[in-house]
DNA sequence: AACTCCTTTCGTAATAATTACTATTTAGGA
DNA sequence: TCCTAAATAGTAATTATTACGAAAGGAGTT
């Protein structure tokens, strides 16, 4: 679970940004980050609207996909998981990358310093300017293995 | 542009493919394969549609989706692009990563040992069994930011 | 060749995800 | 409080992708 602090230092983090950019930070807007920021499943927008509905009855389709958007446009939350699949969203703005299962679709986080430390290849800066990166390791993952052990029969 | 050599090639890795795992090397696969591997520009589906038709002027919306699918289960294409914009195929599987520009989707290749010799963080280990990477480096190309300089004027 | 059986394709319909539209509401400043 | 541009709700539209059913293809058999 995600300390309550946190979450509510991000949330506290894009209100000030709406601030400096002028932008209205509304109720909805708030609701949709403070949920995102309280996972740590990656969900993806049709999820997100059913538990923000819980709190806001009436909120909208096009409200959560808009603000999904202006969030991401903004750098407050970012895009994650392979084309395959519905996109998936992430509010964990801290330098981190992802392990996706391509069996169940279950998203998890890891850091790798030596990932980051790698220089962009000259061959990239010839093609234009780099501004982020974007790691995916795919495999399975340990739920699905055993449960293919249990079909299947083991080894 | 890629040789005519190197294309066959990876159309007739293809049909040994077929052959091997019972699949029928049908004129549509080869001629979708074929189009993918002469295209340096990771094409999204309607404009694989759209140059397979010159040759294959009746090929269905089903059949080219379907067989993108093969292709990518069978591992002999890969799926490429970020998730904001449709699906962008390549037919290039040799170890090599892709620069993706936010402005047009303009999609270059590059290759990097240093990130290759990265080993799994033990984190990752935990989570399942790593079967493959997918790195993306994002930012602006050149050509794109001409543009920017020519509207907005220098900095 | 004609027959059989299974795979694949075509043409089109359907689905799923995302985006657009417009009347109405609201945030935030004067 | 009042005003106005910005944002939202409810719904329609669009886009990308997948599904379906009838027809075609192809390989083995007689
Ligand atoms: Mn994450
Ligand atoms: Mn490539
Ligand atoms: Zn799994
Ligand atoms: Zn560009």
Redesign the pocket.
């Known amino acids: 679970m995600i300390p309550r602090q946190q979450v509510e230092k991000r949330v506290a983090e894009f209100l000030e940004t ?1 601030r400096r950019q002028g ?7 708030t609701e949709i980050l403070r949920e995102l920021a309280g996972s740590e499943e990656h969900p ?3 999820t997100i609207l059913a538990r923000v509905r819980k709190r ?1 009855p ?6 959560i ?3 999904l ?1 202006l969030l991401e446009d903004r750098g407050v939350i970012a895009r994650v998981g392979s084309m395959r699949d ?2 998936r969203f992430d509010a964990n703005t801290d330098r981190h990358h992802h392990f996706v299962c391509t069996e169940c679709e279950m998203i998890g986080d890891f850091c790798s310093d030596a990932m980051d430390r790698i220089p962009v290849p000259l061959e990239v800066s010839e093609m234009g300017s780099v501004e982020g990166v974007y790691v995916e390791l795919r495999g399975i993952c340990r739920k699905c293995k055993q449960k293919a052990m249990k079909t299947k029969g083991p080894t």
């Not at 009436?58 to 409200?63: E, H, K, L, M, Y």
């Open positions: 709406c932008v209205k930070a509304t109720h909805q807007r993806d927008a049709e806001i009436a909120i909208s389709v096009d409200t996909y808009r603000t958007r519905r996109a």
